[in-house]
């Protein structure tokens, strides 16, 4: 997706108002492989509260030639376009010199728009997959049952979570926690919180690793868990059998088509058959990269998606110098609903203004054509 940039708390603030009369439209939406007999096209429409940009991909249909009609429009507060500038032409495109249009929900995760002005355009509706779009409550993936690590789970807030974790005996580790810094000034939490002394291998016996949702700059809201893992290296001590232990987690999170991979749908039931995500077809919303790290092992993007239920990672590992002894449990918890969320609280402000910026200057251009 293009322009995926960060944004301030204040450009995040100036948009709340607008966008909430435009939800219903607001978003990137985009489609390809419209065809009739000449060739055929394919559409980016990004509107994101009062303004929006349209771009027609011709490949010779209805006779446009080949290249890019490039549309930025400013919106009226039932999200008709109010006005629009020149079409733009670019490469070798055939562009008609007016596009008018107006879009509304369709069936099945799709926005329907139809043009009133554009040439072989004109009179036609398209239906574009809606990528991008504000997250409603409707969105929200239901967690399964005992989709927690030690009471703890997605969605939670640091207030509670930290409390949790210091219940628990576990301490923030600094040496091993990083802090992402973007260009805007936002971050993003990526902690551990640990107990003991492993063994073996210099590193906690017992931990959690944790990335939280961005924080922008002057955001009061609480930062929420977006990741969460666990490694335990099992000490001797414990004499426990891998067989207790993968049945206890077999009882907690229930058992998958392989190994230590549980797939749920979104209503949060398991699908015992599922070798993958479990996912709605008619929710065409993006994934969401989100990073995280644990002791020894940096991820910069794991891709969780809305349109897909929660899954549940483990690995469990074997004594070998006491077969059937446990040494060592993963768990990873992931669910895409809060780092969709998160994605466009950061990401729809930024391009919000990128759309106000390029109307107003397509509409500053009013020089004169010079004496030739």
């Not at 980016?44 to 009609?69: H, N, P, R, S, W």
């Not at 576990?170 to 990526?190: I, K, P, V």
Request: proline fraction near 4%; hydrophobic fraction near 35%.
């Amino acid at each position: 997706m293009r322009h995926m940039l960060r944004t301030t708390a204040l450009s995040a603030v100036l948009l709340g108002s607008a966008s909430q009369a435009f939800a219903n439209t607001d978003g990137f939406h985009t489609v390809n492989g419209y065809r009739d007999a000449q060739g055929q096209v394919g559409f980016e429409l990004t509107q994101i509260g009062g303004y929006g940009e349209l771009i027609v991909d011709v490949q010779g249909f209805g006779g446009m030639a080949f290249g890019k009609c490039v549309l930025a429009f400013k919106r009226a507060a039932d999200g008709s376009i109010e006005d629009a500038t020149p079409v733009q032409q670019q490469s070798a495109a055939s562009c008609p010199s007016e596009i008018a249009f107006t879009s509304k929900p369709g069936e099945n995760g799709m926005l329907s728009v139809t043009f009133t002005e554009g040439g072989p355009l004109k009179g036609n509706t398209y239906d574009l997959f809606t990528v991008l779009r504000p997250f409603t409550e409707a969105d929200a993936v239901t967690a399964p049952k005992g989709f927690d690590i030690l009471g703890m789970t997605i969605g939670e807030e640091r207030p509670a979570i930290e409390a949790k974790l210091t219940a628990e005996g576990f301490a923030r580790l600094e040496g091993h926690s990083d802090t992402l810094s973007y260009r805007d000034g936002s971050t993003r939490a990526l902690e551990i919180w640990g107990k003991g002394t492993a063994a073996v291998g210099n590193k906690p016996e017992d931990y959690l690793y944790i990335t939280w949702t961005s924080k922008l700059e002057g955001d009061q809201e609480p930062e929420k868990v977006a990741f969460l893992g666990r490694e335990w290296s099992v000490p001797a001590s414990a004499n426990l059998a891998i067989a207790v232990l993968d049945k206890s987690l077999a009882e907690k999170h229930g058992q998958g088509a392989m190994k230590g991979h549980i797939y749920y749908d979104r209503a949060g039931t398991a699908d015992p058959k599922a070798y993958g995500d479990v996912c709605d077809e008619k929710i065409h919303l993006q994934g969401v990269s989100v990073p995280y790290s644990s002791i020894g092992m940096r991820s910069d993007g794991e891709t969780l998606k809305i349109a897909c239920g929660a899954s549940v990672i483990i690995y469990t590992g074997e004594d070998f110098q006491a077969p059937g002894r446990a040494s060592l449990m993963k768990v990873e918890l992931r669910k895409g609903d809060v780092a969709y969320a998160d994605f466009w609280k950061t990401w729809s402000p930024a391009e919000a203004k990128r759309l106000q910026e390029a109307y107003e200057l397509q509409k500053g251009m009013t020089g004169a054509a010079p004496k030739l």
